[in-house]
């Protein structure tokens, strides 16, 4: 296949294009509309063709013949439990979870919240909704009650499924306790939880609705796939936005299964019976597209590992991975390999483990440092994949083909070309293509492929607002940077308030409203420094209340310990900075692209509309004073 031919098909015709790519998948009824517009200048993909995605996953691979293929190897070094599930095997769980489900009310439309670990359960619970047409919205076990309080009230569960704990390298995190709290929290409340109980801790079914995971199965009659419409969702996904309140990014099952059958051969260049291994969380898209719908509905062999790259037990937690599995590829955030690198400089660990089963190696999720990539590239001696998207489009929009010949070639720095469906360009603040190698804001001329998520649950004009309005035509993915004159794209970080942690894509107008809220502070604004292994972290800026008196470094300790236990651990706030005065425009708006690029250690122009000149010297130094600016 040639790339170029591809790429200019996709743009020429897209209904065309993505009209050929309609068999990728079984349907119930094939769709008769391949590309329609919604009254919100939205798009929708196969909306009138009728599918399953649990049927896609699981059914419809026993009846090609890969029924005693394992579907998911369990590897979890952290409860010392190895798991191998069959395709026919995780298709009964699936079928008898879903009808007991359906015993306890939920059926097609109804929203489960799944608040769980990387155990199998959790692939079974998702792939239960979806056989009943019932949208799942997993909430990543890090989050704290608050936060999974607001998911709560925002999709308004039937159900809560959840376990008894989560495993952080040797320590238990009972979550039992956090899903009671956010139910006390919440507005909504769902009427039952159902608890998967794990040997290392048993939790207490002591709420009105608490269900055993195992129990509550018994005697529930098989549930078979139940029939959605392309355009019907199957799940919510939540991802901090720049306000405080997360966005519900909506998933349809039509153009999501095509997307991720396309991807998953053509990008990621995997096919039936391969070994395909996301390290990632369930809690995330990847999670989401490619660990559990994108290489079952591909015919793969999925690992599901509860774990880390290091002290699991050691760096070479990966390596024992590829070697025991025969992982043909793998994909990542680079945080994990600036982890293992860190512990393991020269990569003693990877020799003592047989990695000849691995092609190449996909990172996305934060930007890949030069220095990482060549550090992997040489000590695995295969091809790193920087490829680049976002939690709204599900699936990559920019990346190498690596299931064609010539993929393109690597560049430094460079999350490569456009793949087809994607026509990105890079924008001045007008709209217009700016000269190749400048910079600007990245965004998608409409309509993009199918996949990408077209509503927030909910409020569908919000996804107006937050992605179409700013450049009329064009889907703004946030995201900052440029192209080179041969179409090769640069993501250079994100233009508005949300910051990525190891990958992990957090709002700091969420962590303000938290640091806000402590008596001392007066207004505060947090922003992402620059971390060498997290990539980004949150710094808190703070002007405390006048005529406080206080211990700064008390205050400190507060904020951070208020931001871990009301947006959860991941947000990894660890430091808040005392200031005089933030800076500010003449309107009084707080300039935080400025504080951006201070943190980010770049170089800024003196904004016009600045009050005071001399508090962005103040600033840096009081950082620079601190430690932050590296
Ligand atoms: P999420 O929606 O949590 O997956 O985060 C998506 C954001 O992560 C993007 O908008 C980018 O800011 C960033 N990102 C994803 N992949 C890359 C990459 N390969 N290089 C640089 N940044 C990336």
New binding site residues.
């Given amino acids: 296949m040639s790339y170029n031919e591809e790429y200019q098909a996709a743009l020429d015709n897209p209904e065309g294009y993505w009209a050929g790519q309609v068999d990728r998948i079984q349907w119930f009824k094939k769709p008769e509309t391949i590309l329609k517009q919604t009254e919100y200048g939205t798009y929708n993909w196969y909306s009138d063709g009728e599918l399953n995605s649990s049927y896609l996953a699981l059914d419809w691979q026993i009846e090609q013949g890969r029924g005693e293929q394992v579907a998911i190897y369990y590897d979890s070094p952290v409860s010392n439990t190895k798991q191998a599930i069959t395709f026919n095997e995780l298709r009964d769980q699936v079928a008898t979870f879903a009808g007991a489900l359906r015993g306890l009310g939920v059926d097609k439309g109804d929203r489960v919240v799944i608040y769980m670990p990387m155990i199998p359960e959790a692939a079974v619970a998702m792939l239960a909704c979806a056989r009943l047409g019932a949208p799942h919205s997993v909430v990543f076990g890090g989050f704290a009650p608050n936060e999974l309080a607001i998911r709560i009230d925002d999709a308004e569960p039937k159900v809560i499924l959840t376990a008894s704990c989560g495993i952080e390298f040797d320590k238990q995190i009972a979550y039992k306790p956090l899903v009671d709290k956010a139910v006390e929290l919440s507005a909504h409340k769902p009427s039952n939880v159902v608890v998967c109980q794990r040997p290392m801790l048993q939790a207490e079914l002591d709420k009105p609705g608490d269900l055993d995971w195992y129990d509550f199965q018994q005697g529930a009659e098989p549930a078979d796939p139940v029939a959605v419409k392309g355009e019907d969702p199957l799940y919510i996904l939540y991802?901090s936005g720049t306000t405080g309140q997360p966005k519900g990014i909506v998933r349809d099952n039509g153009g999501h299964a095509v997307a991720l059958s396309y991807a998953l051969n053509n990008v990621y260049g995997m096919n039936a019976g391969d070994v395909w291994w996301g390290a990632s969380d369930i809690g995330?898209?990847v999670g989401h597209s490619f660990i559990v719908y994108g290489p079952l509905m591909g015919g793969c062999s999925a690992i599901f590992y509860e774990g880390k790259p290091i002290k699991c037990p050691d760096a070479g937690a990966f390596w024992r991975v590829i070697d025991e599995y025969g992982v043909n590829s793998m994909f990542c955030a680079p945080t994990a390999f600036r982890a293992i690198r860190k512990e393991d400089p020269n990569g003693e660990l990877s020799k003592k483990y047989e990695l000849s089963s691995l092609k190449w190696v996909f990172?996305?999720?934060?930007?890949?440092d030069s220095s990482t990539y060549q550090w992997l590239s040489e000590l695995l001696q295969v091809p790193v994949v920087?490829?680049?998207?976002?939690?709204?489009t599900g699936w990559p929009m920019t990346s190498p083909m690596m299931g064609w010949d010539n993929p393109s070639e690597p560049r430094l720095g460079s999350?490569n070309k456009p793949i087809p469906g994607y026509d990105i360009r890079v924008l001045d603040g007008d709209g217009n293509d700016v000269e190749p190698n400048e910079s600007g804001n990245i965004c998608a001329k409409l309509p993009m492929p199918p996949g990408v998520a077209w509503t927030i649950w909910n409020k569908p004009q919000r996804f107006v607002d937050s992605y179409l309005t700013a450049f009329p035509g064009y889907y703004h993915?946030?995201?900052g940077g440029f192209k080179d004159e041969d179409g090769y794209i640069y993501?250079t970080?994100?233009t508005d308030d949300v910051i990525?942690v190891s990958g992990?894509?957090l709002s700091t107008g969420e962590m303000e409203e938290v640091v806000s809220a402590h008596p001392a502070v007066a207004e505060c604004a947090v922003i992402g420094a620059n971390d060498p292994l997290k990539g980004q972290v949150p710094v808190g800026l703070v002007v405390l209340k006048a005529g406080v008196e206080v211990d700064e470094a008390q205050v400190e300790a507060e904020l951070v310990q208020m931001v871990r236990e009301q947006v959860g651990a991941l947000a990894c706030f660890r430091r808040a900075v005392i200031v005089q005065r933030l800076p500010k425009t003449r309107s009084g708006k707080i300039l935080r692209a400025i504080l951006r690029k201070i943190a980010a250690a770049e170089s800024y122009k003196m904004p016009s509309t600045i009050d005071d000149e001399t508090i962005l010297p103040e600033i840096t130094g009081i950082m620079e004073e601190a430690g932050l600016l590296k």
Avoid: P, S
């Fill in positions: 991802t995330w898209v990172v996305a999720g934060e930007k890949l920087d490829h680049w998207w976002q939690t709204e999350t993915t946030g995201d993501i970080g994100r990525n992990h894509r």
